[in-house]
């Protein structure tokens, strides 16, 4: 086993065919950026709770972790050109997952999985896991969502999702990173939800309710898309300017951020997104737009934290 002294990509594993194609991709993304894999096992509630009852009784407590013995072969089979190292921890996914990934580049899972991992994308287990990850968390998503891991240029570009106002500095340094790192184009989508014009009105069900304020007509929404698009220029103009090489693809649209993306994410290789708005209310900092293509990319998606958490 090869000692690993750099900031590492860290594998989230329970040996699910999920999490091995998240291992997969991880692999993968270690050997572009250069860096050690650690190939994370969070031990079943059951493994743990028998070490226990024998460490109790005075005894070497050591079980084997079948899990990671498996996945073992898998890594070994593939030929890795990156250092690896095997963890086998002890704990909650959502407590112990992120204290393995402190300091490192990535926390790579899948979307997917057994134990631990059977709601990540599907309650409290994911929000808490992506919430708290010090480092930016990639969730590749299951083999009905996605026809190929690959992370080269043909794979597709980078697809960052901006709010020019609220997504910090470090989410789009990321995705530029990336964009250079892979040889591929960065397209920047601002979506903005515009309010509907005077036609789409209908009369108030009760007169008790206010008059709504006026809405702008079809010419004001054309000028509001207008002001977002200098809005997004003069947002990545320091970037752009940081990686000259990226190719770099402003859009600006009217819609749901959410649907957009996920419709946008058919044709990328990564989606970019921020954890958080501003929220005083840690349950939330996953944000509405993060959660839902969690939940309905098809390509792996990067939610990355605020340089704060880190």
């Not at 090869?2 to 699910?16: I, R, Y």
């Amino acid at each position: 086993m090869n000692e690993v002294t750099d900031p590492p990509v860290v594998a989230a594993v329970d040996g699910s065919e999920h999490s091995l194609r998240a291992l997969s991709w991880a692999l993968g993304a270690a050997e572009a950026l250069g860096a050690p894999l650690v190939v994370a096992h969070v031990r079943s509630e059951a493994l743990q709770l028998g070490a226990a009852r024998i460490a109790s009784l005075g005894t070497d407590p050591h079980l084997p972790d079948t899990v990671l013995d498996a996945v073992r072969t898998v890594v070994e089979e593939r030929g890795p050109r990156v250092p690896v190292r095997y963890a086998s921890l002890d704990g909650t996914v959502t407590e112990v997952l992120p204290d393995a990934a402190r300091g490192a580049r990535l926390l790579v899972t899948g979307s997917r999985g057994h134990g631990g991992f059977a709601s990540l994308l599907l309650g409290s287990t994911g929000r808490a896991l992506a919430a708290r990850s010090p480092c930016p968390l990639v969730v590749v998503p299951h083999e009905a969502r996605t026809a190929s891991l690959d992370s080269g240029p043909e794979a597709g570009r980078i697809l960052l999702g901006l709010h020019p106002e609220e997504t910090p500095d470090e989410v789009v340094a990321f995705a530029f990173e990336t964009a250079g790192l892979r040889g591929v184009p960065l397209e920047a989508m601002t979506v903005l939800r515009l309010p509907p014009t005077p036609s789409a009105l209908v009369a108030a069900p009760s007169p008790a309710l206010q008059v709504p304020p006026p809405l702008p007509l079809a010419d004001d929404a054309e000028e509001l898309l207008a002001e977002a698009r200098r809005e997004q220029g003069a947002r990545l103009r320091p970037f752009a300017e940081r990686w000259p090489g990226v190719e770099l693809v402003g859009t600006v649209m009217p819609g749901d951020a959410a649907g957009v993306l996920v419709d946008a994410s058919g044709r990328a290789a990564l989606l970019v997104v921020g954890r958080h708005h501003r929220h005083r209310i840690a349950e939330l900092l996953v944000g509405s737009v993060a959660h839902a293509v969690l939940h309905h990319a098809a390509c792996p998606v990067a939610v990355v934290p605020p340089a704060a958490a880190r």
